[in-house]
Nanobody
């Protein structure tokens, strides 16, 4: 099994920056892509960003140009640098990993809260 642990969430003012980090442990050989999703109260979970082992990235439309995802394959970590934060970015942010065998996003962290004040 794979375990994902997030860190770096907190309270920040609008216009500020924050960096989230996620470390994978366990059966890390099962992991292909990694990414970040978020969910605000009363809303559906949405894609923030994903990144492949080769470094190809994909971003949700609402964060393009403001957020950057990167990973360290040797350390089995993925990070999300968030800039120009807005109150609508407030959500629980979840780290996720893609199972190369099942071709599904099988692995999820417990989430870290990001709150952006106005």
């Amino acid at each position: 099994q794979v375990q994902l642990g997030e860190s770096g969430g907190g309270l920040v003012q609008a216009g500020g920056s924050l960096r989230l980090s996620c470390a994978a442990s366990g059966s890390i050989f099962n992991i292909d892509g990694m990414g970040w999703y978020r969910q605000a109260p009363g809303k559906q979970r949405e894609l923030v960003a994903t990144i492949t082992i080769g470094g190809s990235t994909n971003y949700g439309n609402s964060v393009k140009g403001r957020f950057t995802i990167f990973r360290d394959n040797a350390k089995n970590t993925v990070s999300l640098q968030m800039t120009t934060l807005k109150p609508e970015d407030t959500a629980v942010y979840y780290c996720a990993a893609y199972n190369r065998h099942t071709l599904r996003w099988d692995y999820w962290g417990q989430g870290t809260q990001v709150t952006v004040s106005s």
